[in-house]
């Protein structure tokens, strides 16, 4: 499948995933790729320091004002790029009452804690001012493609389901109009779709199908391709007597080389048999392609990393 045409079936990928799975580095290397693509990528990112700025080398934190992050490569017809910002609840909550020309009331809430108390009345209004300010995003066109690095799976099945919960309990007003909009953007296909992540590992696996069928189920979203980070690739070869080969080659090993290897190949040969069972496991359990991204063997993950991952993620969804 073309790249482009993949990245245009939506309007806001959300990411999604287990603590650890590498979720921000799919997010990043997702907005790579669809820069590359040729589209205007906007990441944005929902809740902790760094992430994707730091993974692609900027030299800040996101904050609420936009960064450029990326800039394609020239080519015919190519303008892609990559910016991100950081949105939080009081952030989102400022905008919303400074658009609306409630300074003063705005002022009150800051001055005297009431936003704390607003969210404790309010349940899921916190996730809602959030969802809500992507949602305008979207309907603004402030890119072809929003990227949102979501919290982790067990909050963002609270942070998704949000809007339909404070819809139910505020029956009429703005509160009620803003979780209703947030709603409808959620359970629309062609402006909202949930990327989740996972790595082949059991427990992992499991999260992931159980995240998948309750996002589906309870909440109506749908779900792109998932992504299988840190897939190790298959080696050949691994059974064969390193002593033997060495001598076919015409080698010698070093005393305590050979016994070194087999362990390796016998560590990796596990590996693979581990991965490929959790592999089938998901595909019998979740209905939806695969994406599958190499292991990256280095000590820490940064901008050669992420480029290449979105490379082999292109790869991937050109394959689909």
């Known amino acids: 499948m073309d790249v482009a045409s993949w990245c245009r079936q939506c309007r806001v990928l959300v990411v999604a995933g287990k603590?650890?799975?590498?979720?921000?580095?799919v997010s990043a290397a997702v907005g790579v790729m669809a820069a590359n693509a040729g589209l205007d990528?906007?990441?944005?990112?929902?809740?902790g320091?760094?992430?994707v700025a730091a993974l692609l080398g900027h030299p800040?934190?996101?904050?609420?004002?936009?960064?450029?992050?990326?800039?394609?490569?020239?080519?015919p017809g190519r303008r892609g790029r990559l910016r991100g910002r950081a949105i939080t609840p009081d952030d989102a909550l400022v905008d919303y009452l400074q658009t609306h020309g409630l300074g003063k009331v705005l002022y009150k809430l800051l001055s005297d804690g009431a936003l704390e108390v607003f969210a404790m009345a309010a349940p899921g209004i916190r996730d809602v001012l959030v969802l809500?300010?992507?949602?305008?995003?979207?309907?603004?066109?402030?890119?072809?493609?929003?990227v949102v690095d979501a919290p982790a799976a067990g909050h963002a099945l609270t942070f998704l389901g949000s809007a339909a919960g404070l819809a139910d309990v505020a029956r009429v007003g703005p509160i009620r109009a803003q979780a209703t909009e947030v709603a409808e953007l959620l359970g629309d296909p062609a402006r909202c779709q949930v990327l989740l992540v996972t790595v082949p590992e059991?427990?992992?696996?499991?999260?992931v199908v159980e995240t998948a069928g309750r996002l589906q189920s309870?909440?109506?979203?749908t779900l792109a391709p998932v992504v299988v980070n840190g897939v190790f690739p298959t080696l050949e070869g691994l059974d064969v007597d390193p002593v033997a080969e060495a001598a076919r080659q015409g080698a010698r090993l070093v005393p305590g080389h050979a016994r070194c290897l087999q362990e390796a190949a016998t560590f990796r040969i596990g590996r693979q048999q581990l991965q490929d069972e959790q592999l089938h496991r998901l595909s019998d359990g979740l209905a939806l392609?695969?994406?599958?991204?190499p292991q990256v063997f280095s000590a820490e993950i940064g901008h050669p990393q992420v480029v290449e991952l979105a490379g082999a993620l292109a790869v991937a969804v050109e394959g689909l």
Do not use: C
């Open 289 to 293: 392609p695969q994406l599958h991204l």
């Open 19 to 25: 603590g650890g799975v590498g979720k921000t580095t």
């Open 132 to 146: 809500g300010k992507i949602k305008q995003l979207e309907l603004a066109g402030a890119a072809d493609l929003i």
């Open 41 to 47: 990528v906007l990441v944005i990112q929902l809740e």
């Open 60 to 75: 800040e934190d996101l904050s609420y004002r936009e960064a450029a992050l990326w800039s394609a490569v020239e080519g």
């Open 49 to 51: 320091r760094g992430g």
């Open 202 to 207: 059991e427990t992992p696996v499991n999260e």
């Open 218 to 221: 309870k909440l109506g979203v």
